[in-house]
């Protein structure tokens, strides 16, 4: 009886460590949302060609490169986006992990905070997704694909062949697993 009591206890901390992370990040990317907003230009529809090589230009706040803001209307959905992936940084708000909006090959991972992307599991193919850069160029995507991917199939997750435009992924609740959106330019 008493191993069971240790054990709901250490639960129970885990779970209590888990919230005030979700409230940590909720609050540093509102407060990154904003300043990006007052440094970000004008919104103005991304068209025609765009170079593959360029590179995406860069805000810093607080210590952090961002490349932009991720929307999802249909999930209530909306964060500021670091320009590389680090652990420390997926404290604070979902990141690239590799990739462009330029090259038609971007991936941004988050942890599956309830304020960030544990969102994602409520997506349905059709969605819209939005991502605009800190120059203001929107650029919109539809959701064309939902899955799980196994921890280990890393090249899954950047699509070496090319299949999808954007891709936005995190744990499963377990943690045992990844849930992908892929995604196509409109």
Same mark, same amino acid.
């Given at each position: ?6 054990? $709901? ?49 860069? &805000? ?29 940084? $997926? ?15 971007? &991936? $941004?991972?988050? @942890?599956?905070?309830?304020? @960030? ?5 409520? $997506?349905? &193919? ?16 539809? &959701? ?43």
């Amino acid at each position: 009886m008493a191993v069971g009591a240790v054990l $709901i206890l250490v639960a129970a901390g885990q779970c209590a460590a888990y919230l005030w992370e979700d409230q940590q990040a909720q609050a540093a990317s509102e407060n990154a949302l904003s300043d990006l907003r007052d440094q970000m230009g004008p919104n103005k529809t991304a068209v025609g060609w765009m170079d593959p090589n360029r590179a995406m230009d860069e &805000v810093e706040i607080d210590g952090i490169a961002y490349v932009g803001t991720i929307s999802i209307s249909s999930v209530d959905l909306d964060l500021p986006v670091a320009s590389a992936f680090s652990y420390d940084v $997926i404290l604070t708000a979902p990141a690239r992990y590799s990739g462009s909006v330029y090259a038609d090959d971007m &991936v $941004i991972l988050a @942890h599956s905070y309830a304020s @960030h992307f544990a969102k994602l599991y409520n $997506i349905a &193919v059709g969605d819209e997704v939005v991502f605009t850069t800190v120059t203001g160029e929107m650029f919109s995507y539809v &959701v064309t694909y939902c899955e799980t991917v196994e921890p280990t199939q890393v090249d899954e997750m950047i699509d070496p062949k090319g299949d999808w435009d954007l891709t936005l992924f995190t744990c499963t609740s377990s943690g045992s697993a990844r849930w992908a959106v892929r995604c196509d330019r409109k």
